[in-house]
């Protein structure tokens, strides 16, 4: 089941993820938590003038599915809209991550960055 | 009558049994259920091959426990037409009200509200609501309840004129009088009162067909033990409302972070799910919906209200025997009675050695009983493995009571 | 070790099977210990034979269930010697110290008193008396946890020196690091600094053998489920502590009498247990005892201890392994540790590939895990069907999960 | 089981009960709740010089089980001390109504006089 999990191109972001670190004057500055395991995301994100995502950072100490996620979750969403960002769900993030199959508990540590990424859109909305 | 009693009462395998060498006869299901084979087999089958804690394992056998309590879930919520995130997993129905007093009571109520209850309440129904009255100095109001043994829908909107009534709370069908009560109308004239709105559902969730939506009222519970599954009660909320309340009980699970001295909580429904619930039970719950909703809802109250058609019919031949509450088509399978010659205990205790199982007593309904003049009724109660000849078994039995008692 | 292990496997239907074509290795007891065939049986023989409602009913079925649920509640209390009339049957530990939380707390905490909690609580016994400290404005004070994993026992008489600590609650055995905590002597300090005591007995009572007259405690709570029954938990108080208690949950079987404005309760424990109980799951945990007190509690402590050293001296080949907590001979069943190379979701799900099952996470022990440093955690634990070789196929995973992660 | 519950001497006592009714001046007068059914027995007594009861009269509506009892009670006890009543155990209320077997639902209605008149003495011994 979880076997494909720890396959090399997964393993290769979990060591080296990209865009790891914070960016400074972020439109976005979002911390999400895992209630399951207290794990904690911190992304940053920059909008550029059309509204779409220029460039998003991530910090956190993570399992190897949120760190992967997180990695390709960077580059996957640079040039999208809050409204693409917000339609994105599970099946956007499983192909993301070389078609993989998640097993339940797994899902959610999958799923963080998008959601600190929807939660942080939101927050953006509701201040502008 | 759309189900063969017959083989459902193969279903249960409690029904091979003999009380004192007769036929097991129960009349009993109003205070708890027999459980079919489907329900126990789910039970052995989660504690034989899928056990596991639920909700923080990332192992198969803590996955596929999770996927299969959560199914549940969904299952419930079809079952009453809500959405899986409205339902709470509680003990019973006694706790899924006892909540609601103190987590929106505890918020709501304040000196000078009203409470609205009635006088057909169990007093799961009550009695949270009166001590929740009593330690806020709120008034507790009571909708009467007719000779017929109906609510008396014309005192509700005096009780809510001024304003002050907060909460209306009322059962959707009595455990006594059998009535099935006009709840849409109870949560419509509350609800335009702005009132909050709490159904009991405890005897009506296992006789007839529920939809949240069309009653349209803020809460409901019911108990799983009453329709067939082991003993795990469910709360339904909408969704707002649960948002918007407290959490009842700490602890695991309900938490979404912990700290020292503070504390961040789950989502709804988890943020009343403190500690770990029960799993098997909650799942072989589910497995109590597939079986009612397979016999069909409508098809079960149909049967039992031609049951209590054909016993009102038959104990009108004792006179000894006088019968509360109003006629078969108003009520659900429920028939409590007293008997001019007899105790409730003695009626009980005879027909137990013809293996007719009936209940003697207040039934947890005091106020309701001394309503009626009565202090302890006798009550028989079907589900969908009686049948005509377990009301002839009863009929005779009564007609010993009278031969026995009677001088 | 004075029973036989291999026995003791098959006894436990669920090791008939595998898991990814493997052996069930299950090492997650300590979240909820699997079911024994006698248990299962139990819940079976109840609902295929002697099942109706308790404690009102006259009839044959309904005796025979109360007898064996009253029988149930004998046996518990003999487990950790106690009365009968001492143990409320709850959901679980979390309920039970939630009890204790709104119905001794709202009764006795005023603002500026100080409870005294552990830095190394389950969420269960933290949450509910960090609340009721947040509501009442009471203070909330730490026994601290050494470096080693122990309770600082020197820091307890500072806490209680000017009198305002009203209660001190504390665990038997820690559910992450596996310490058995001093728990006679947090007791003894406690009463004579004349604070009321609380244990959280959830991973003690399936471990060690409990006597509550020698602990001296107040109130003490545990789970069946944790003990190889179904989901029942038992609050144990002493009988003139329950009396002095005002009700916590209203409804039915609690009562004495109810009218319509006020009401009378019943004795304890009946007091406490509102609305239908968990009767064959309580009949249930009946029998686990019997199955438990068949290997021996002390039999029980000294297998887990042994599984522990084996372990601990196993690990300590893996340097990527860095274990929580004291030494074997210090501790219950239950062995933490986080990895170099590893996050526990990792560790857990590579180790589900071998069929090994642990948890990861915080446990619902947050502060704890913050105490020392870490998020999240990987956890092993033991129970009375485990042996040596399911210590070798956790390591053997474990040192996969160094080969695939570690760079 | 209850067979034997429904014989000739238990059903006279049931509709012919002696001592039904309410004493004047009663040295003890004390109400019982039997929870279960809520049914209640009302009990008035008076005691001798030597501190022995003389006269016991109850009232309530019961079963057959516990007015038989009452009705019994009422004589069986006459002459009796304090610490007598207060001795008598479930088996001399048994033996009392003949031996008869009470299942366990019919305890609570076969005890309830000899309750209510325990409680009434522990009434009287706290009030003197
Ligand atoms: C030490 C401790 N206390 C309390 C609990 C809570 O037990 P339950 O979830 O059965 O209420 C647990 C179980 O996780 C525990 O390990
Ligand atoms: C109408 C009604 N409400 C509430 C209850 C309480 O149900 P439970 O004992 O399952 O909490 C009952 C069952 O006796 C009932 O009949």
């Given at each position: 089941m979880n076997g494909d999990l720890y396959r090399e191109q997964l393993l290769d972001h979990y060591h080296n993820p990209e865009n790891f670190g914070v960016l400074e004057d972020p439109d976005i500055d979002i911390t999400q938590e895992n209630?399951?395991?207290g794990d904690t995301i911190h992304l940053t994100a920059k909008l550029d003038?059309?509204?779409?995502?220029?460039k998003v950072m991530f910090e956190g100490h993570g399992c190897v599915v949120s760190t992967a996620s997180a990695s390709m979750f960077t580059t996957e969403v640079?040039?999208?809209?809050p409204a693409e960002i917000e339609a994105m769900q599970l099946p956007d993030i499983q192909q993301m991550l070389g078609g993989v199959t998640l097993s339940m508990g797994r899902v959610k540590c999958a799923m963080l960055p998008l959601e600190a990424m929807k939660k942080g859109l939101q927050k953006l909305a509701k201040s502008a | 009558m759309s189900f063969d009693v017959s083989q459902v009462k193969r279903d249960?395998?409690?029904?091979q049994r003999e009380i004192h060498g007769k036929r097991l006869v129960f009349l009993d299901s109003a205070a708890s259920a027999q459980k079919p084979q489907p329900v126990i087999d789910a039970l052995v089958r989660v504690y034989s091959q899928s056990y596991a804690n639920v909700h923080?394992?990332?192992?198969t056998l803590a996955e596929e426990a999770t996927a299969e309590y959560e199914q549940a879930r969904e299952k419930v919520a079809r079952f009453i037409n809500?959405?899986?995130?409205e339902i709470v997993n509680v003990r019973n129905t006694t706790e899924g009200l006892n909540l609601l007093a103190y987590s929106w009571g505890e918020a709501n109520i304040e000196a000078g509200d009203r409470i609205v209850v009635t006088e057909m309440e169990h007093h799961a129904n009550l009695v949270p609501w009166q001590q929740l009255a009593l330690r806020k100095h709120a008034e507790l109001a009571f909708i009467p309840v007719t000779?017929?043994?109906?609510?008396?829908?014309?005192?509700l909107p005096p009780l809510l004129a001024d304003g002050k009534a907060k909460l209306v709370a009322c059962t959707m069908?009595?455990?006594?009088?059998?009535t099935i009560t006009p709840i849409k109308d109870v949560v419509r004239i509350a609800r335009e009162a702005g009132a909050v709105t709490v159904v009991d559902a405890a005897q009506a969730a296992p006789h007839i067909a529920i939809d949240v939506k069309e009653i349209g009222a803020d809460f409901l519970a019911f108990s799983g033990h009453k329709m067939c599954s082991p003993n795990v009660g469910i709360l339904w909320g909408r969704h707002e409302m649960l948002e918007s309340l407290p959490p009842f009980l700490f602890g695991g699970?309900?938490?979404?972070s912990v700290r020292k001295y503070d504390s961040c909580w789950n989502d709804v429904p988890y943020k009343?799910?403190?500690?770990?619930?029960?799993i098997a039970e909650a799942i072989a719950l589910g497995a109590a919906v597939d079986y009612l909703t397979a016999l069909g809802m409508d098809a079960i109250h149909e049967h039992e209200v031609q049951l209590v058609q054909y016993t009102m019919e038959q104990l009108?031949?004792?006179?000894e025997v006088h019968i509360l509450g109003p006629s078969a088509e108003r009520r659900g399978g429920v028939v409590s009675f007293w008997m001019d010659c007899a105790h409730p205990h003695d009626i009980a205790s005879i027909l137990d050695e013809e293996g007719v199982c009936v209940r003697a007593g207040h039934h947890c309904a005091q106020p309701l009983h001394t309503r009626f003049g009565v202090q302890a009724t006798a009550r028989a109660s079907f589900y969908v493995y009686n049948d005509e000849a377990d009301v002839d078994a009863l009929v005779a039995a009564l007609r010993r009571v009278v031969k026995l008692l009677k001088r």
């Open positions: 209630a399951t395991c003038d059309e509204g779409r995502i220029s640079l040039g999208k809209t | 249960f395998p409690i029904f923080r394992g990332i192992y809500a959405s899986a995130n000779d017929e043994g109906e609510l008396d829908l014309a005192a069908a009595s455990n006594v009088l059998g699970d309900m938490i979404r009343f799910e403190a500690g770990t619930p029960s009108a031949d004792i006179p």
